[in-house]
């Protein structure tokens, strides 16, 4: 937990201004690994798709992956960069023991793709552009698992477990140039812009774009200085934060804690810090190496990769829509608001409600069940929509549950959360709770005999003519039948009962 001192976010953007940077990693989907034949699936037993490329064994040579190099150029032609006629790959030096090899295979001098930008739509609609310095080819690292502590980290753990899985799954780096400007709209502009990063992988196809999973990665760099100053403050990399949540919260909180530094005359640290989602902050990690530390070299035994313009052409002419035409086409045939469509992609769920529209739903019943349901749940718990794991399948299912009668909105909710408590399909939850909609007129007509008897006074008043007052009836044998009646049969058979026409 960090004990830092922190000032408000409001006294800290009173005195300084911050500049931003981020690092953000993709893995991509390709069958295989970056530079071996093993295979790259996610969720395997560990160490069961690693091979001796993957270990740097003795002798080995590794082979560039070329769907791994036609995604990467995707990319790097979706941010808006020039891609590289020639490009060499680097041997950066380091031990660690998720590292097999003692060194990752990365890019150095020499990024497939490099100058680029990205316009970022905030939430109300300000447009602010990023500038992309490069986005490099590399590998993956493997994954240790840290055990016996209370953190999970590796600090207080009694030992630690490596999986070699990940070791090799190709990588694209993606790393901006000094973002100035953002002001007090720092945290909102980190989380739109890694959004728009997974936006555009996950448009292209060449990554699963599953933070949770670790697909998509953000190291998030911050730095304060004071108003009228020209010169960067120093910087700290929040590293592998994996949420857009955690990326504004992180950001917010650095900048925090730099300024209660700054401002108590203190110096800040180039560092590398861990982001703890439970407590909302950041602890140290380890000084910050600089690029000499890593004693890049050329990697001897790959040869550079020639994308020629021809192949270059040839790709860009693959890419689909872009995202922003995407968004307007969706809201157009969606039907929604400018501001039902706004708080859609704001909720970060509108790949959801667009897979739940192709599943079957239409797009009020998407948009009803997504944003009234399960962003409700996602906030509850303070993590993102796509965190929960509802399926548009999910979805799909519980609304043709309740347009078919089987069971209404109040159990559907309940259901859902059977769903993601565990308990199995929601035809199993339903089965196993006991949750159908009683659509039997007898055992309807006894609660409605009952409810009317304990409520004379409500029974003559719809006599009388205030059919409105159906509703306190209505209640009392949704409440005797646990809220499993078909609440517009029941009022049918009230209006019947008392001779009244509705």
Known sequence: MSTEEILSFDEAMEKFDPVLGFEVHVELNTKTKMFSSAPNVFGDEPNSNVNEVDLGLPGVLPVVNKAAVESSIKIGLALNCKIAESCTFARKQYFYPDTPKN?????????????????????????????????HMEEDAGKLTHMGGASGRIQGADFSLVDYNRSGVPLVEIV?????????????????????????????????????????????????????????????????????????????????????????????????????????????????????????????????????????????????????????????????????????????????????????????VARKWWMGEVVGRAKAKDVDPGALGVSPATIVELSKLVEAGKINNKMASTVLDGVLAGEGTPEEIIAARGLAVVSDDGPLLEAIDAALAAQPDVADKIRGGKVQAVGAIVGGVMKATRGQADAGRVKELILERLGVEG
Request: aromatic letters at 8%.
């Open 103 to 135: 060194f990752q295979t990365s890019q150095y001098e020499d990024p497939i793709a490099y100058d680029g930008y990205l316009d970022i739509e905030l939430e109300d609609g300000e447009v602010f552009r990023v500038e992309i310095e490069r986005a």
């Open 176 to 364: 901006t140039k000094p973002i100035e400007g953002a002001g007090r709209r720092a945290p909102e502009l980190a989380k739109a812009y890694v959004a728009a990063i997974r936006e555009i992988v996950k448009n292209l196809g060449v990554s699963d774009a599953k933070m949770e999973r670790g697909n998509v990665r953000c190291d998030a760099n911050v730095s304060l200085r004071p108003y009228g100053q020209e010169k960067f403050g120093t910087r700290s990399e929040t590293k592998n934060v994996n949420s857009l949540r955690a990326v504004e919260h992180a950001v917010r909180f650095e900048i925090q804690r730099h300024a209660a530094v700054l401002d108590g005359g203190g110096t800040i640290v180039q560092e590398t810090r861990h982001w703890h989602e439970d407590t909302r902050s950041t602890t140290s990690g380890r000084p910050k190496s600089d690029a000499d530390d890593y004693r890049y070299f050329p990697e001897p035994d790959l040869v550079p990769v020639v994308a020629s313009r021809e192949w270059v052409e040839e790709l860009r002419a693959t890419l689909p829509e872009p995202p922003a035409e995407r968004r307007k086409r969706l809201k157009a045939d969606w039907g929604y608001s400018d501001l039902e469509f706004r708080d859609v992609v704001n909720a970060g769920v509108m790949d959801e409600i667009e897979e739940t529209i192709s599943a079957g739903a239409t797009a009020s």
